[in-house]
């Protein structure tokens, strides 16, 4: 069945809220007051899902083989601005969540927002939304990085991202490097991959290190496939007993990093382990110093806990919404400082026993 259509559309009015005088950017005093206090702040990443909504149909999402209940919503500029005193004490907003976030259009209101509160923007595409005009705004934007998602490197071994043309995204990351200025100037965010590695086509890793000399992108970062959408998708994971599976990755993915650092590019990459890892905030995640905002502001540990289909209950991990709550109240909840700390003392929730997060070991291959 087709994606419902967006609730709500939004009018340009409603951005308004965003420039209202009590959110401006920290003036000289607070920020001398901030670096008296160490300018440490609480909370490493808050991850905003801007939108669920998506012109991809990747074989291996929810948003697909969940399409005939999924919610397709944009974030409401009001939610986005109930998330202020959040972004104040975060070092990072990662804009995206299941959905497609240059599609919002008020994507760079948000950017706008969330850097006036002092955080870094991040965010992660499919690239398909990418053109000259949009690639100019993205170099103006002040954000950090953005990301954009492969799950191959060529038309072939990409074509589990249906609807995601492996020469688009190509072209796109070649436009954003045009607006940004061709040889390090220094404008515009700085470019990543975000590599899914899927089991069933594993050895296309061996090509990214020429994938990213080709592209001129400095830095990609390799996953696996973290959520099973359904149980046919089990081939395309990599799990901690899947030991054959892990040992071939790495040797695959150790080879490319090394490659890769001899043109002076970067892979950093993660593998499951055979059992939890102790790891900041208890899994990679890291949800001791970050949390999930979705599209209607309803606050989760992470992106995996609240996906917007028909998941059961059992998977869900919901503390409260924005829109009825203060955000520093929602953390600060009784059950939900439980919730981390149970993580964190390795006495997982039900719902994270068995998330592969818990169990990856994070591989950090440097240039030279």
Same mark, same amino acid.
């Given at each position: *069945?087709?994606?419902?259509?967006?609730?709500?559309?939004? %009018?340009?009015?409603?951005?308004?809220?965003? $420039?209202?005088?009590?959110?401006?950017?920290?003036?000289?005093?607070?920020?001398?007051?901030?670096?008296?206090?160490?300018?440490?702040?609480?909370?490493?990443?808050?991850?905003?899902?801007?939108?669920?909504?998506?012109?991809?149909?990747?074989?291996?999402?929810?948003?697909?083989?969940?399409?005939?209940?999924?919610?397709?919503?944009?974030?409401?500029?009001?939610?986005?601005?109930?998330?202020?005193?959040?972004?104040?004490?975060?070092?990072?907003?990662?804009?995206?969540?299941?959905?497609?976030?240059?599609?919002? #259009?008020?994507?760079?209101?948000?950017?706008?927002?969330?850097?006036?509160?002092?955080?870094?923007?991040?965010?992660?595409?499919?690239?398909?939304?990418?053109?000259?005009?949009?690639?100019?705004? /993205?170099?103006?934007?002040?954000?950090?990085?953005?990301?954009? %998602?492969?799950?191959?490197?060529?038309?072939?071994?990409?074509?589990?991202?249906?609807?995601?043309?492996?020469? !688009?995204?190509?072209?796109?990351?070649?436009?954003?490097?045009?607006?940004?200025?061709?040889?390090?100037?220094?404008?515009?965010?700085? /470019?990543?991959?975000?590599?899914?590695?899927?089991?069933?086509? *594993?050895?296309?890793?061996? %090509?990214?290190?020429?994938?990213?000399?080709?592209?001129?992108?400095?830095?990609?970062?390799?996953?696996?496939?973290?959520?099973?959408?359904?149980?046919?998708?089990?081939?395309?994971?990599?799990?901690?007993?899947?030991? +054959?599976?892990?040992?071939?990755?790495?040797?695959?993915?150790?080879?490319?990093?090394?490659?890769?650092?001899?043109?002076?590019?970067?892979?950093?990459?993660?593998?499951?382990?055979?059992?939890?890892?102790?790891?900041?905030?208890?899994?990679?995640?890291?949800?001791?110093?970050?949390?999930?905002?979705?599209?209607?502001?309803?606050?989760? #540990?992470?992106? $995996?806990?609240?996906?917007?289909?028909?998941?059961? +209950?059992?998977? !869900?991990?919901?503390?409260?919404?924005?829109?009825?709550?203060?955000?520093?109240?929602?953390?600060?909840?009784?059950?939900?400082?439980?919730?981390?700390?149970?993580?964190?003392?390795?006495?997982?929730?039900?719902?994270?026993?068995?998330?592969?997060?818990?169990?990856?070991?994070? $591989?950090?291959?440097?240039?030279?």
């Amino acid at each position: *069945m087709p994606e419902k259509p967006a609730r709500n559309i939004i %009018s340009d009015d409603e951005a308004a809220i965003l $420039y209202d005088r009590q959110f401006h950017e920290a003036g000289f005093f607070e920020k001398f007051l901030d670096s008296l206090m160490g300018g440490q702040k609480p909370l490493d990443c808050a991850q905003i899902e801007v939108t669920s909504i998506c012109p991809a149909k990747c074989v291996y999402c929810p948003h697909t083989t969940q399409a005939s209940s999924w919610k397709a919503r944009h974030m409401r500029p009001a939610i986005f601005s109930r998330l202020w005193p959040l972004l104040k004490r975060c070092v990072r907003a990662h804009l995206q969540g299941w959905g497609e976030p240059l599609l919002h #259009p008020h994507f760079f209101d948000f950017v706008s927002f969330a850097r006036r509160a002092g955080c870094m923007v991040s965010t992660t595409t499919c690239g398909v939304a990418m053109n000259e005009c949009l690639a100019a705004k /993205i170099a103006a934007s002040g954000m950090d990085m953005l990301a954009f %998602s492969l799950a191959g490197t060529d038309y072939q071994s990409n074509a589990a991202r249906a609807g995601v043309d492996f020469t !688009r995204v190509c072209d796109s990351i070649k436009t954003l490097r045009k607006a940004c200025g061709h040889g390090g100037t220094g404008k515009g965010p700085e /470019i990543h991959i975000a590599y899914i590695l899927l089991a069933d086509r *594993m050895d296309a890793a061996q %090509s990214l290190p020429q994938l990213l000399e080709d592209l001129d992108v400095p830095v990609a970062v390799v996953s696996t496939l973290d959520y099973l959408a359904t149980p046919e998708h089990r081939h395309l994971a990599i799990t901690p007993e899947d030991t +054959e599976k892990i040992a071939r990755a790495r040797d695959i993915l150790e080879a490319a990093a090394q490659r890769a650092a001899d043109m002076g590019r970067t892979i950093h990459f993660a593998l499951p382990g055979p059992r939890a890892v102790a790891m900041a905030g208890g899994c990679r995640e890291n949800i001791a110093r970050s949390l999930y905002i979705d599209a209607d502001g309803a606050v989760s #540990p992470c992106v $995996y806990l609240n996906v917007p289909g028909d998941d059961p +209950e059992e998977k !869900r991990r919901v503390f409260g919404n924005i829109s009825q709550n203060s955000i520093l109240d929602i953390w600060k909840d009784a059950a939900f400082g439980q919730f981390r700390n149970n993580l964190v003392a390795d006495r997982p929730d039900v719902a994270c026993h068995n998330c592969p997060k818990r169990r990856e070991i994070f $591989y950090q291959m440097a240039d030279d």
